[in-house]
């Protein structure tokens, strides 16, 4: 296609691309911050001129919420402050956690914690839908005059020379060779005096900042588990607010991860399963080993009675505070997961989305009071993050991820010395290697997990999952994942590690087909469920995750 198409352009002050916690408490925020100012100023109790920018939030799923995949247990420290001037809003919580235990599984048998470890104690949270929550933030946005346009995929950042000026939109109407169809229409660009990114783990941007920003460089690489998760339904009766976190099985000692089971209201079950994406063999599979967690005693008791209604997956950033890239930039904030404000411990993130998008707000308005939106205003949005709770929260598990990288067993013993130390535990930083670096070659070619004995009722293969994602693209358009080299795929990584991509897609995207002579790479793209696992291990780092026409993706409403 022509590279010189003529775009519309749309002129806006600020610019939030993602439609999750972080974009969307920003912006209601910012609109906050402004109406305040503004109505001090009016009544002369504050000098200065009123302000009345222009803020917009683009999403790329369908509807706000769509996109939005999460447990969700929420900290409700954020959204406190958050509403803290607002007596009129709440959060649409679903049920407050009522008990929360940790169980140490074998392959038939459950050992429940004496003591639930601190982190993972829940008192005072809530269970959620994040979409829930998305689609109410959505709307308290707009009620403060706030744009927000769903469908509207971002994928090139815009830049003059290392000045952030705004995003180009996807375009729309592209054949799958290509070529425009009689529907096509050009992505317009954003162009805005701030451009703030809360897109998500792995974010497309995101990921352009940091090559062309140089915003990686003297961190630590950022790593990531993926989490896979259902929904299930049940008419027995079934007390809100049970928390329940696992370890062990199916995992052995050399892999992070764990699975998690929360009982909702209306009697729905929340299960799912966490794996490090830091693992040494190419035949591991998340869809898998959730479906395998379901087959414990444990956990096939409580889904006896019930029906699957969701399935979903989606990437964990984990690589705590010395993952985090440089959050600003000229014309540039990063919040939220794509920021890396998770902690990994307590395996929490909305809080902290949450947090980082009101800093990046007050940054923002600062910026417009001064009409500046350099590095050197912008860069107090890391002042503010390193003096809030945010800091207190992260520093001390700073070096609790990659403890984990050299086994399970050595990783609680490392967490130990830290929880004494302050975080800083033996060594400070304690090294992380990437995730896809850690994969070890097969030791002998062809190697394939046997086929998974899926009943079609409490366990699933890929493809039947992948119907109850609700995901949905437009099949005649350019496939959105671009594999950079294929015959990388079909030979040096065949013989080298078995073709992985066929596990680590919880969707059953990449297939390997076998032809008379050689063998081929199928995509089917349409299955996808947004959850970045591909670009993050594939070993050689060839392929390319790009947001799809607009409104493609799953459907994650309910969960």
Known sequence: MNAEIEREQLEVDVLLVGGGPASLSAAYHLSRLVETHN??????????????????????????GAHGLSGAVVDPRGFDELLADDATSAPPYDCPVTTDSVHFLTEKRSFR?????PPLRNHGNYLASLGRINRWLGDLCEQQGVEVYAG?????????????????????????????????EPGMDVIANLTILGEGPRGTLLGQAQKKLGLQQDRQPQ??????????????PLEPGQVYHTLGFPLGTKEFGGGFIYTMN?????????????YADPRTDGHRLLQEFKKHPFVEGLLDTAELVAYGAKAIPEGGYYAMPQHQ????????????????????GIHLAVKSGMLAAETAFEALIKEDFSSATLGNYSTRVENSWIKEELWPVRNFRQAYQSGFWKGVFHTGIQFLTGGRGLKDPLPITPGHEMMQRLEGAGETNSPLDADGKLTFDKLSSVYFADTSHEEDQPSHLKVLNPAVCVKQCAEEFGNPCQYFCPANVYEILSESVSKKLRINFSNCVHCKTCEIMDPYQVILWTPPEGGGGPDWKGM
């Not at 588990?225 to 008419?235: H, Q, S």
């Not at 930039?329 to 929490?348: C, E, H, P, V, Y």
């Open 266 to 278: 209306d009697g729905l079950i929340h299960v799912g399963f966490v794996a490090g994406l830091d």
């Open 329 to 348: 930039s000229d014309g540039l904030l990063i919040t939220g997961d794509s920021g890396g404000f998770l902690n990994a411990q307590r395996l929490k």
């Open 113 to 117: 914690f004496p003591v639930t470890p």
């Open 223 to 236: 790593i990531y588990a993926l989490g896979v998760k259902e929904v299930w339904k049940t008419d027995r």
């Open 152 to 184: 509207f995929p971002a994928t090139e950042l815009l830049l003059d020379g290392d000045r952030v000026i705004g995003a180009r939109m996807a375009d729309s109407g592209v054949g799958a060779d290509g070529q425009p169809r009689d529907n096509f």
């Open 39 to 64: 109505e001090a100023v009016s009544s002369g109790k504050q000098s200065g001129k009123p302000l009345e920018p222009v803020i917009l939030v683009i999403e790329k799923g369908k509807e706000i």
